[in-house]
T-cell receptor
Framework: DQQVKQNSPSLSVQEGRISILNCDYT??????FLWYKKYPAEGPTFLIS?????DKNEDGRFTVFLNKSAKHLSLHIVPSQPGDSAVYFC????????????FGGGTRLMVKP | DAMVIQNPRYQVTQFGKPVTLSCSQT?????MYWYQQKSSQAPKLLFH???????NEADTPDNFQSRRPNTSFCFLDIRSPGLGDAAMYLC???????????FGPGTRLTVL
Protein backbone atom coordinates (compact mmCIF):
# COMPACT_ATOMS: atom_id res chain seq x y z
CA ASP A 1 0.00 0.00 0.00
CA GLN A 2 1.82 3.05 -1.30
CA GLN A 3 0.94 6.01 0.89
CA VAL A 4 2.92 8.56 -1.13
CA LYS A 5 2.62 8.46 -4.88
CA GLN A 6 4.28 10.28 -7.70
CA ASN A 7 2.24 9.26 -10.70
CA SER A 8 4.49 10.74 -13.36
CA PRO A 9 7.69 8.73 -13.67
CA SER A 10 9.22 11.33 -15.94
CA LEU A 11 8.78 14.92 -17.09
CA SER A 12 10.50 16.82 -19.88
CA VAL A 13 10.59 20.63 -19.86
CA GLN A 14 12.28 23.28 -21.96
CA GLU A 15 14.91 25.44 -20.27
CA GLY A 16 13.40 28.65 -18.88
CA ARG A 17 9.90 27.21 -18.58
CA ILE A 18 8.13 26.05 -15.44
CA SER A 19 8.50 22.49 -14.15
CA ILE A 20 5.64 21.16 -12.04
CA LEU A 21 6.16 17.92 -10.19
CA ASN A 22 3.20 16.36 -8.43
CA CYS A 23 2.78 14.16 -5.40
CA ASP A 24 -0.32 12.60 -3.84
CA TYR A 25 -0.70 11.01 -0.44
CA THR A 26 -3.38 8.94 1.17
CA UNK A 27 -2.84 9.33 4.90
CA UNK A 28 -4.26 12.50 6.44
CA UNK A 29 -1.99 12.03 9.46
CA UNK A 30 1.03 13.20 7.48
CA UNK A 31 1.97 16.62 8.82
CA UNK A 32 5.25 17.48 7.11
CA PHE A 33 6.33 17.10 3.53
CA LEU A 34 9.72 17.29 1.87
CA TRP A 35 11.20 17.22 -1.59
CA TYR A 36 14.55 15.62 -2.28
CA LYS A 37 16.59 15.81 -5.47
CA LYS A 38 18.82 12.97 -6.62
CA TYR A 39 21.52 13.08 -9.26
CA PRO A 40 22.90 9.83 -10.70
CA ALA A 41 25.53 8.17 -8.50
CA GLU A 42 24.70 10.49 -5.60
CA GLY A 43 22.39 10.22 -2.61
CA PRO A 44 19.19 12.29 -2.39
CA THR A 45 19.70 15.86 -1.19
CA PHE A 46 17.09 17.89 0.65
CA LEU A 47 15.50 20.60 -1.46
CA ILE A 48 12.50 22.18 0.25
CA SER A 49 9.83 21.30 2.80
CA UNK A 50 6.41 22.39 3.97
CA UNK A 51 4.46 21.95 7.16
CA UNK A 52 0.79 21.00 7.03
CA UNK A 53 -0.11 24.30 8.67
CA UNK A 54 1.00 26.12 5.50
CA ASP A 55 -0.14 25.93 1.93
CA LYS A 56 2.94 27.39 0.29
CA ASN A 57 6.66 27.60 0.88
CA GLU A 58 9.09 29.34 -1.42
CA ASP A 59 12.86 29.20 -1.70
CA GLY A 60 14.35 30.96 -4.68
CA ARG A 61 13.27 29.20 -7.85
CA PHE A 62 11.54 26.44 -5.90
CA THR A 63 8.02 26.64 -4.50
CA VAL A 64 6.06 23.87 -2.87
CA PHE A 65 2.26 24.04 -2.69
CA LEU A 66 0.16 21.91 -0.38
CA ASN A 67 -3.53 21.19 -0.84
CA LYS A 68 -4.57 19.25 2.24
CA SER A 69 -8.16 18.71 1.19
CA ALA A 70 -6.96 17.06 -2.00
CA LYS A 71 -4.01 15.37 -0.26
CA HIS A 72 -1.81 16.76 -2.97
CA LEU A 73 1.41 18.69 -3.11
CA SER A 74 3.40 20.04 -5.99
CA LEU A 75 6.88 21.41 -6.57
CA HIS A 76 7.26 24.29 -8.99
CA ILE A 77 10.63 25.17 -10.47
CA VAL A 78 10.75 28.52 -12.24
CA PRO A 79 12.69 29.05 -14.42
CA SER A 80 13.89 25.53 -15.07
CA GLN A 81 17.58 25.05 -15.78
CA PRO A 82 19.45 22.11 -17.32
CA GLY A 83 21.16 21.58 -13.95
CA ASP A 84 17.76 20.82 -12.47
CA SER A 85 17.66 17.57 -14.42
CA ALA A 86 17.49 14.89 -11.74
CA VAL A 87 15.08 12.53 -10.00
CA TYR A 88 12.81 14.30 -7.52
CA PHE A 89 11.37 12.43 -4.55
CA CYS A 90 8.44 13.56 -2.48
CA UNK A 91 8.47 12.42 1.16
CA UNK A 92 6.01 12.70 4.05
CA UNK A 93 6.15 12.34 7.79
CA UNK A 94 3.50 11.14 10.21
CA UNK A 95 2.41 13.04 13.28
CA UNK A 96 4.61 12.16 16.23
CA UNK A 97 6.66 9.71 14.20
CA UNK A 98 9.96 11.46 14.69
CA UNK A 99 12.04 11.55 11.58
CA UNK A 100 10.48 8.59 9.82
CA UNK A 101 9.80 9.49 6.23
CA UNK A 102 7.69 7.76 3.62
CA PHE A 103 8.95 8.36 0.11
CA GLY A 104 7.23 8.45 -3.24
CA GLY A 105 8.66 6.60 -6.21
CA GLY A 106 10.27 9.66 -7.77
CA THR A 107 9.87 11.68 -10.96
CA ARG A 108 12.71 12.05 -13.41
CA LEU A 109 12.90 15.64 -14.63
CA MET A 110 14.73 16.42 -17.84
CA VAL A 111 15.31 20.08 -18.67
CA LYS A 112 16.28 20.55 -22.28
CA PRO A 113 18.53 23.45 -23.30
CA ASP B 1 33.25 19.04 4.70
CA ALA B 2 30.80 17.29 6.95
CA MET B 3 29.27 14.40 5.12
CA VAL B 4 27.85 10.90 4.97
CA ILE B 5 30.19 8.35 3.43
CA GLN B 6 29.29 4.89 2.20
CA ASN B 7 31.70 2.11 1.32
CA PRO B 8 31.96 0.42 -1.00
CA ARG B 9 30.05 2.26 -3.70
CA TYR B 10 29.57 -0.96 -5.64
CA GLN B 11 29.45 -4.42 -4.11
CA VAL B 12 29.10 -7.72 -5.90
CA THR B 13 28.37 -10.84 -3.90
CA GLN B 14 27.25 -14.36 -4.59
CA PHE B 15 23.89 -15.81 -3.71
CA GLY B 16 23.97 -16.75 -0.03
CA LYS B 17 27.36 -15.19 0.71
CA PRO B 18 27.23 -12.72 3.63
CA VAL B 19 28.00 -9.12 2.85
CA THR B 20 28.53 -5.99 4.96
CA LEU B 21 27.95 -2.44 3.83
CA SER B 22 29.33 0.45 5.84
CA CYS B 23 28.31 4.02 6.49
CA SER B 24 30.14 6.74 8.36
CA GLN B 25 29.23 10.32 9.14
CA THR B 26 31.07 13.43 10.24
CA UNK B 27 27.89 15.35 11.07
CA UNK B 28 27.68 14.03 14.65
CA UNK B 29 24.01 13.24 14.13
CA UNK B 30 22.13 11.12 16.63
CA UNK B 31 20.03 9.19 14.16
CA MET B 32 21.25 6.92 11.37
CA TYR B 33 19.02 5.16 8.85
CA TRP B 34 19.34 2.40 6.28
CA TYR B 35 17.11 2.42 3.20
CA GLN B 36 16.75 -0.06 0.38
CA GLN B 37 15.91 1.32 -3.03
CA LYS B 38 15.10 -0.94 -5.94
CA SER B 39 15.06 0.35 -9.45
CA SER B 40 12.43 3.07 -10.09
CA GLN B 41 10.93 2.57 -6.64
CA ALA B 42 10.74 4.66 -3.49
CA PRO B 43 13.50 4.28 -0.90
CA LYS B 44 12.22 1.89 1.74
CA LEU B 45 13.32 2.27 5.35
CA LEU B 46 14.85 -0.91 6.74
CA PHE B 47 15.79 0.29 10.23
CA HIS B 48 17.24 3.19 12.13
CA UNK B 49 19.30 3.91 15.21
CA UNK B 50 18.46 6.67 17.63
CA UNK B 51 21.83 6.88 19.34
CA UNK B 52 22.33 3.22 20.30
CA UNK B 53 18.65 2.33 20.29
CA UNK B 54 17.88 0.07 17.35
CA UNK B 55 14.50 0.30 15.63
CA ASN B 56 13.51 -2.30 13.08
CA GLU B 57 10.74 -1.72 10.56
CA ALA B 58 8.05 -4.38 10.88
CA ASP B 59 8.52 -5.72 7.36
CA THR B 60 12.31 -5.75 7.28
CA PRO B 61 13.42 -9.34 6.66
CA ASP B 62 15.43 -11.11 9.36
CA ASN B 63 18.15 -11.57 6.76
CA PHE B 64 19.05 -7.91 7.33
CA GLN B 65 20.90 -6.90 10.47
CA SER B 66 22.62 -3.73 11.57
CA ARG B 67 25.32 -2.60 13.97
CA ARG B 68 26.23 0.82 15.25
CA PRO B 69 29.45 0.54 17.25
CA ASN B 70 29.73 4.29 17.79
CA THR B 71 28.12 7.59 16.76
CA SER B 72 30.02 7.81 13.52
CA PHE B 73 29.63 4.34 12.04
CA CYS B 74 26.76 2.09 11.10
CA PHE B 75 26.87 -1.24 9.27
CA LEU B 76 24.30 -3.18 7.29
CA ASP B 77 24.81 -6.94 7.31
CA ILE B 78 22.97 -9.15 4.85
CA ARG B 79 23.40 -12.66 6.16
CA SER B 80 22.34 -14.65 3.11
CA PRO B 81 21.75 -12.39 0.13
CA GLY B 82 19.17 -13.49 -2.36
CA LEU B 83 18.66 -12.27 -5.91
CA GLY B 84 15.82 -10.09 -4.65
CA ASP B 85 18.21 -8.19 -2.39
CA ALA B 86 19.99 -6.60 -5.33
CA ALA B 87 19.34 -2.89 -4.85
CA MET B 88 20.81 0.46 -3.95
CA TYR B 89 21.35 0.77 -0.19
CA LEU B 90 21.22 4.28 1.15
CA CYS B 91 22.46 5.46 4.52
CA UNK B 92 21.12 8.69 5.98
CA UNK B 93 21.57 10.70 9.17
CA UNK B 94 19.64 13.37 11.00
CA UNK B 95 19.64 15.26 14.24
CA UNK B 96 17.07 14.03 16.67
CA UNK B 97 13.81 15.89 16.30
CA UNK B 98 14.70 17.35 12.89
CA UNK B 99 13.32 16.02 9.65
CA UNK B 100 16.07 16.82 7.21
CA UNK B 101 17.88 13.62 6.48
CA UNK B 102 21.31 13.76 4.89
CA PHE B 103 22.04 10.89 2.56
CA GLY B 104 25.19 9.19 1.52
CA PRO B 105 25.83 8.32 -2.14
CA GLY B 106 24.62 4.77 -1.68
CA THR B 107 26.06 1.30 -2.28
CA ARG B 108 24.78 -0.61 -5.27
CA LEU B 109 24.61 -4.30 -4.42
CA THR B 110 24.64 -6.94 -7.13
CA VAL B 111 23.87 -10.56 -6.24
CA LEU B 112 25.08 -13.20 -8.67
Amino acid sequence: DQQVKQNSPSLSVQEGRISILNCDYTNSMFDYFLWYKKYPAEGPTFLISISSIKDKNEDGRFTVFLNKSAKHLSLHIVPSQPGDSAVYFCAARFNNAGNMLTFGGGTRLMVKP
Amino acid sequence: DAMVIQNPRYQVTQFGKPVTLSCSQTLNHNVMYWYQQKSSQAPKLLFHYYDKDFNNEADTPDNFQSRRPNTSFCFLDIRSPGLGDAAMYLCATSRAGFDTQYFGPGTRLTVL
